[in-house]
Structures are given as C-alpha cells and as structure tokens.
C-alpha cells in the first residue's frame, strides 16, 4: 500500500503535464492546417475550451445566399486576406492565434447558445494559461455596427487586445487581372498617341481652339457658375404672380437660369467686339463692311442695354440705364 501510494505522488506531476498537453497540442495540430480554419459546432468547442496557451479568432458568420447578410458575404475575402496574412507572417509563432470561420449552417448550436441575432460576429479568445494567458477568460467582441470593415481595420482591433509583440502586418494578393488590364490599358493608350499624333497635334496647336476654350471658361466662371455648385442654387423661382422669375435680387443671390442668360448675354457682347476688332476691318466691300458695323454695333448696344438692366435688379439703387431696357 506504500509503494502504491508513493507510485501515485510521483504521478501526480505528469498527469498535471499531460493535462495541459493537448492543449499545445491542439495549437500545432491546427495551425499545419489551412487558414482560417473552417468550424463546426464540435472543432469550436474543442478549440475554445480552456486551458488553452493561445489565442483564437473566430468569425461567426452566415454566407448562405438566402440569409441575405451582404456583409457576410463582402468581409469573408476580406478575412481570408487577414488570416492568411498574420499566419505567414507570425512564422515562429510567438502570437500563437489561430483564426476560423463558423457559418451559420454549420454551428447552429453555436449560435443559440451565445443568443447572436445578427451576423456577422468576430470573438477573440486569449490564452488562459501560459505567458500570455489573462484574467477575464470571456471572449471579446467585435460588432460590425459601423458597416463593413477592411482586414486593416479588424487587424487593428485583434492587436489591440493581444500581448505586445510583432504583430504581423496585412499583405493583399497582387491583383494580376488589374496589373494586366492598366498594362494593357497603357499601352494601347501609348499606341493611340503614336499614331495619331500626327492628326492631333495640329488641332492640340491650334490657338483659336485654346482660345474658344478659355473664352467659354471665362463666360462660365465670370457668370457665377462655380456659386451655383457651392450653394445649390435654385434653378427659376415664382415671381409671387404665377410666372416666374429669372434673376434674384441681391448681389448674394442667384438661380441657374440666371447664369446662363448672363453668359449669354456676356458671349454676344465678346463676339461683337472681336468682330468689330477684326472681322470687319478685313471685308473688302465698303457697303458690306459700312452694314456690318451698323449691325454689330447695335447689337453691342442692345446687349450693353440688356446687361444695365440685369444689373439694376440685382441692385435696385442703380441709378444709369440705356434704352431700349
């Protein structure tokens, strides 16, 4: 009965050994396999409960189609990336965090007893023994309230409740179908100018182009076109008659019909004076050139009487005025 007894005391240590044994176990066992490990009821259980010397990432989630969780289904490659990221980068697992996946279908249990509502729902649980192991044994939660979340954001947050140390960094795939689409983009666009240099760059030379273009801008900027982008100006209002009204009353008031009359009114006034300037000098028919400055003269005077009178809505106290406004 002595030696009985004392045979049980030696023991005693290494069966408090092989006790937390499967445990490291577990660890190696699971992290040879794919990431993120893909769960059931039975493999969660088994790689949440305690004692365990490493840390778990799981994400519960529901990807079947008739669920309609778009969020599940948009954050799943976002948490492959993650997962397969912090594993090949963790190469001497000094982390020891494994990461897994438990869809609806498959953890039902699961679910009902953590009474989820929604999904999806990322639960971190750390060690409770070893170096790292914590106090509060309950997992921490990770809601996707604010919306869908990157694997930048979400790796954010697990390194924030891990011990200090490396933490491995998210690397994305290289995305080939893009490099070769903007590859291929690049060059055909490079192709392109080759050959049609010789067509464009007269037309890119032309100054009478550049000079429609900066005159068309100008018109557009001078008219109060960028205060209607700021502001988000009405386009007509009611004159409090039943019609309408087209100008507003105020330097610090206008609508969207009023910005394109006045750059009307401004593009008639610039191609009458260009015209006078050097359109006209240039017609060799004395009767024809007389006719043409008549014509170009009135309409400037028109548009000038026009314009005054614009302006004296806009501002009431304005005292000049031409005829026929």
Not at 122 to 150: C, E, M
Not at 195 to 215: D, F, M
Request: charged share 15%.
């Amino acid at each position: 009965m002595k030696f009985l007894s004392l045979l049980t005391t030696l023991l005693l240590p290494l069966t408090a050994l092989a006790a937390k044994k499967p445990s490291v176990d577990r660890f190696q066992k699971y992290r040879a396999q794919s990431t993120p490990l893909k769960l059931d009821d039975a493999l969660y259980n088994e790689l949440t409960t305690a004692p365990r010397d490493y840390g778990f990432a799981v994400l519960l989630t529901a990807l079947e189609p008739r669920f309609g969780c778009k969020m599940c289904q948009e954050f799943q490659d976002e948490w492959s990336i993650l997962s397969k990221s912090w594993t090949k980068g963790d190469v001497n697992a000094e982390n020891k965090l494994l990461f897994g996946t438990l869809d609806f279908m498959d953890g039902k249990a699961t679910f009902a007893s953590l009474m989820l509502q929604t999904a999806p729902v990322l639960l971190l649980f750390n060690p409770t023994v070893g170096p790292n192991a914590q106090v509060d044994i309950k997992p921490k939660r990770f809601d996707f309230v604010t919306g869908p979340q990157s694997a930048e954001s979400v790796h954010a947050w697990i390194a924030r409740h891990m011990p200090e140390g490396p933490h491995p960094p998210v690397h994305r795939p290289i995305n080939w179908i893009r490099v070769i689409s903007l590859t291929t983009a690049v060059l055909g666009g490079v192709t392109f100018l080759a050959v049609a240099a010789p067509y464009l760059l007269p037309v890119i030379q032309n100054r009478n182009l550049w000079a429609a273009v900066s005159l068309i801008a100008v018109l557009l900027f001078t008219s109060g076109h960028m205060f209607n982008h700021i502001r988000k100006v009405p386009y007509v209002a009611g004159d409090g008659h039943g019609g309408l009204s087209y100008f507003a009353g105020g330097f610090q008031n206008q609508f969207g019909m009023e910005t394109q009359i006045v750059a009307a009114m401004y593009g008639i006034l610039s191609f009458a004076a260009i015209s006078l300037a050097l359109k006209v000098p240039r017609i060799a028919n004395p009767k024809a050139q007389q006719t043409a400055v008549v014509v170009w003269s009135g309409i400037l005077f028109l548009m000038y009487s026009f314009l005054l009178s614009v302006f004296r809505i806009k501002n009431g106290s304005y005292p000049f005025r031409l005829p026929p406004f």
